[in-house]
């Protein structure tokens, strides 16, 4: 396995989104971050945002390239040339969604997906509940990277 996709909203990236690309670099040659642009929810952080708060965490892997991307994942997963697509799975509530998506994503083109078990430490975390803990004043610090931090602060200030 040499190249892998992890796609995701990322809106905004936490511990555990880092936690599972930098697992993910370890294996594998190279991996593209795939965010998506028009996720199904207002997000909060524009995609050149979150590309940018990606790109800032992970700087320090050189085998780590992060982008905005439209459209069906498998074409664009096609396009790059990617072997398989890495996801991150907390609970069985995560389950039943993921093996859809990957049923329906092998279903497409073939495309392979493996799933990683996210590190406990993060398994309660999703951006949709740091970004409510946020707005409605508590502290997320600790759950996502300082620069993430740093630009939810500005944004809700
Ligand atoms: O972080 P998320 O919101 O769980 O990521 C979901 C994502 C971006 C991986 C998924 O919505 C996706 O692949 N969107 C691209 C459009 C697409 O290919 N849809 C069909 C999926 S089977």
Redesign the pocket.
Known sequence: MTAALC????DPPTNGHIDVIRRTAAICERVLVAV?AN??KAPMFTAEERVALLEEVLSDLDNVTVEAFT????DYARQRGVDVVVKGLRAVTDFDYELQ?AQ??HGLTGMETLFLPTNPKWGYLSSSLVKEVATLGGSVEGLVPETVLSALEEKLS
């Not at 459209?71 to 498998?74: E, N």
């Open positions: 796609p995701g909203s990322f998506v996720p199904s459209g069906l994942l498998v998506m329906m994503n």
